[in-house]
């Protein structure tokens, strides 16, 4: 069977009041970006307060999936269309469709809308007298109006009526571009691209920041983190990833504070140039992939120390999630197998054997200020020097 | 910015020459050798004149060159295919400490069917002692395999002399030599060593990617590994690489040539980065001396400095070399030949290789030498604490 018409249905937003059409606007624009590089012919449209996808063309399995990734999306309801409105071409479409899509002998009810309201039946007129013709037509069929297996949607509108059954869900969440902008550190790691995706699925719109040091980080740890960019990007649309050469800087922490403070020091100027570039490109928050007491700088003293340097909220999707939890959500969304890819970023080069785990606020400021007379110039220049990387999503 | 390639052991340029010709092959001469038509019968004229070429540069019958996709695929035939040939002789193979792991891996393979691999150990030089081949050479040893050149070290194994203990102790006995860092910087005649089974990489000698070969001397027992409709006279079924074969043929005719005065000329260059290298500080050299390196290689371990944070402070100034064993794959893992030699263990993440071709000058070398010296002490400030 091939569809030519989507009902594409839509949880959330349903409930935003007066901000509803910012919503659905964006979701419709989140699903022509999703549509775009596939081949066909797509049409997306807004009527009557449902989203609609007109389809021809197209490879059915390639477009599921594609609205599978778009956040905003409940479910995607494939429709049959009948062009001629009269009673019996429903009935011979409706049997016809549910002998192909049902299994047999299973229970089913029938919900009818018009939105045309000259049509000679009103809707649970409708209902009932498809409900017959299917008891009729299609073989063990039974009618169950509380608990059915299958509802058949029948929609008369302007032009036609469209009947629908499946429901296949979509990935839920908000439309990408409907809660703002935020900056996502992001490591060549299993963990900052499964928070990334996270705060996607809330409608926000991802910049991307990663922090390469060479020669300690190798080209092929910078590419790794691209492809892991790409990846998050087909659920969040492009990403522009800002990477930072944070050579400099780090072998001044080295040779300037404790070993043990090292790490925390380090994550530290991270935030500050994150929020920094953050600012300049309009972000409203941080994102990481931080969870409490995942590695020393992850308890929560850590996470307080480096959370103090920044003003901006800084979202931490993941931080109460075990390690499994992150790995299986990175599986799904096919981050997992870059992310475990053997090349070391700039966290693991210069690991103090020992890292403190309960740092103190004072005693870390106090190591900061060695920095003091480079650290601003320093700052400055990995700022102005990064180079933004344009991150398409991954086909 | 000037690119100094210094990974020839891992792969070389295709010579220009050589892909020209290739292309040609491709698109001009693309007929299957199978074929009975005009076209298959150039195409199979082509594969012919590579044989005929590479015979005379190994002073053996064409009939005895096989071509593989390469040296990990000659090594696996060799090996399985002498093992399930001679499984009612013995079941007994033996292979250096120090292969490469197209032959390491695939002799493991085997131990899951009930075969018995033992590892012939070797000195701090890399290089294994006949000595220690005699006392495990017993009659049920079916297989016998010694690289020719240690990729990672250069060092050259005594394969004539062990090849000769092989056929006196255990005649049941194949004995095989990788000499994918060896062919295009050594004339070798297999017949006239004792070689029964050799391997050979084309990329190794400035030839395609993709395409090798295995010398298999007339009358040994080796089954094929790869079926299907027979070709290579059912020893290796697939259509025929052509324009591989023929590429490959011809990067051998031009290594071979003048072949004397390259090798003097790379060997003089390896020599020169070996005096620059022991000049530095905390720098030592694994490659053997004279006659028991290759020409080409030279491993050298700097304390203190992790290899892949050197390699990539080289690449910044443009030159390109290898972190210990990196030229099987791109994961870091330690080096099984310089632990076979001993080398202590915080050496083994601090080991590069270096390797020449003879497109090599004197200003690569002493570039190289320079961009060390400007960049050791910056990089031996900042070791893991």
């Known amino acids: ?395 | 910015m000037r690119e100094i390639y210094l990974d020839n052991a891992a792969t070389t340029r295709t010579d220009p020459e050589v892909a020209a010709f290739i292309e040609r092959l491709s698109t001009e001469e693309y007929g299957n050798t199978s074929s009975l038509h005009l076209k298959g019968v150039e195409a199979e004229k082509r594969v012919r004149e590579a044989s005929r070429i590479l015979a005379d540069i190994l002073k053996c019958s064409p009939q005895e060159i096989l071509y593989t996709s390469g040296g990990t695929e000659s090594d696996n035939l060799a090996i399985i295919g002498t093992a399930l040939a001679k499984r009612r002789t013995g079941n007994r193979i033996i292979i250096s400490a120090v292969e490469h792991a197209a032959v390491a891996r695939t002799a493991d393979f085997l131990t899951e069917f009930g075969f018995d691999v033992v590892r012939l150990p070797v000195g701090p030089d890399g290089i294994v002692r006949p000595e220690s081949l005699q006392e495990v050479l017993t009659p049920d040893v079916i297989l016998v395999s010694c690289m020719y050149v240690n990729s990672e070290t250069g060092a050259v194994q005594p394969v004539a002399e062990l090849a000769k203990l092989t056929h006196e102790m255990a005649p049941q006995a194949s004995f095989h030599v990788d000499a994918v860092q060896a062919f295009g910087k050594y004339r070798i005649a297999p017949g006239r060593l004792g070689i029964d089974l050799m391997s050979v990489s084309s990329h190794k000698f400035h030839g395609p990617k993709g395409v090798g070969f295995l010398y298999i001397k007339k009358g040994t027992k080796i089954r094929p590994v790869i079926y299907g409709g027979g070709h290579q006279s059912g020893m290796r079924s697939g259509t025929e690489n052509v324009p591989g074969a023929a590429g490959m043929a011809m990067a051998a005719k031009i290594a071979y040539d003048g072949l004397e005065e390259k090798m003097a000329k790379i060997t003089a260059l390896r020599e020169r980065l070996r005096e620059g290298l022991l000049e530095l500080p905390d720098v030592t050299v694994n490659t053997p001396e004279g006659e028991f390196a290759a020409p080409h290689v030279l491993s050298a371990t700097f304390a203190g400095v992790r290899a892949e944070v050197l390699l990539h402070a080289l690449e910044a100034d443009g030159i390109c070399i290898s972190a210990g064993s990196a030229c099987s794959s791109n994961k870091p893992s330690p080096s099984a030949t310089l632990i076979a030699m001993g080398v202590p263990e915080e050496a083994l993440s601090s080991t590069v290789r270096f390797s020449f071709c003879k497109e090599n000058t004197e200003e690569d070398v002493d570039e190289t030498l320079a961009s060390l010296k400007r960049q050791l002490p910056m990089l031996r400030r900042f070791v893991r604490k």
């Open chain 1, 1 to 395: 069977m091939v569809y030519e018409e989507f009902l594409i249905k839509y949880a959330e937003i349903g409930i935003k009041g007066k901000n509803r059409y910012v919503f659905e606007d964006a979701l419709v624009r989140q699903i022509r970006q999703a549509v775009k590089p596939l081949p066909g012919e797509f049409t997306v449209f807004k009527t009557n307060g449902r989203i609609y996808l007109k389809a021809s063309g197209y490879d059915y399995e390639d477009l599921i999936e594609a609205l599978q990734r778009v956040f905003g999306i409940a479910y995607i309801c494939p429709m049959v269309r009948v062009d001629d409105p009269a009673f019996e071409n429903i009935a011979d479409a409706a049997s016809a469709y549910l002998k192909e899509v049902v299994p047999e002998g299973c229970t089913f009810k029938v919900e009818a809308r018009r939105s045309v309201k000259s049509y000679p039946m009103h809707s649970m007129e409708l209902a009932a007298a498809l409900g017959e013709v299917i008891l009729q037509r299609v073989p063990g069929m039974r009618v169950d109006v509380h608990h059915p297996v299958v509802t058949l949607h029948v929609e008369v509108r302007e032009g036609g009526v469209s009947l629908y059954a499946k429901e296949i869900p979509g990935p839920g969440g908000m439309p990408v571009g409907s809660n703002g902008k935020s900056m996502l550190l992001l490591s060549g790691g299993i963990d900052s691209p499964v928070a990334g995706y996270m705060i996607a699925k809330r409608g926000v719109k991802i910049d991307a920041v990663y922090f390469h040091a060479p020669p300690y980080t190798s080209e092929r740890a910078k590419q790794k983190v691209v492809d892991l960019a790409c990846q998050v990007a087909r659920y969040a649309g492009p990403i522009p990833l800002s990477v930072v050469n944070f050579t400099d800087i780090q072998l001044a922490i080295y040779e300037k504070c404790p070993h043990d403070q090292l790490t925390i020091i380090m994550r530290r100027m991270m935030m500050r140039i994150a929020e920094r570039i953050a600012e300049n490109s309009g972000c409203l928050g941080l994102i990481t992939g931080e969870s409490i007491g995942q590695v020393a700088s992850q308890t929560i003293p850590s996470l307080t120390a480096t959370n103090e340097v920044c003003a901006m909220p800084v979202f931490r999707p993941l931080i109460g999630f075990d390690k499994n939890e992150i790995i299986d959500v990175a599986q799904k969304i096919g981050t997992f197998e870059t992310s475990i890819q053997p090349y070391e970023d700039c966290c693991t080069i210069f690991v103090a054997k020992h890292p403190v785990t309960k740092p103190n606020l004072k005693s870390i400021r106090k190591s900061e200020t060695h920095l003091d007379d480079v650290i601003e110039e320093m700052l400055d220049k990995a700022v102005e020097t990064a180079e933004v990387i344009w991150c398409e999503p991954a086909p």
